[in-house]
């Protein structure tokens, strides 16, 4: 049985240097999902960062005005958040 014939004329994005030997070895359609959860996970690191400060800084306004329920709300947001950093970092990471 012949292979299936490959489109020539489609690009392809190369995978980040770190997953190059792994890529090559598989098929396209892995290739093509693993660039894409890569960059998924990059997203939601950086989102997820960006929801850790930012709750951080809310948190702080709330406690000053004493705004006790909220702050502590704020503070569960944050932690949710740096757990999330955490999981991204190490999927990202290896």
């Known amino acids: ?49 960006y929801i850790e400060s930012l709750s951080a800084e809310l948190r702080t306004m709330a406690r000053e005005s004493e705004l006790e329920s909220l702050a502590y709300f704020l503070e569960m947001a944050r932690i949710e958040a740096s757990i999330q950093v955490e999981r991204r970092a190490l999927l990202i990471g290896g």
């Open 1 to 49: 049985m012949s292979s299936p014939a490959r489109n020539p004329g489609r690009e392809k994005t190369a995978p980040p240097s770190a997953e190059r030997a792994d890529a090559r070895a598989a098929p396209d359609g892995e290739r093509e999902r693993d660039v894409l959860c890569s960059n998924l996970s990059d997203m939601q690191l950086e989102v997820a960062l």
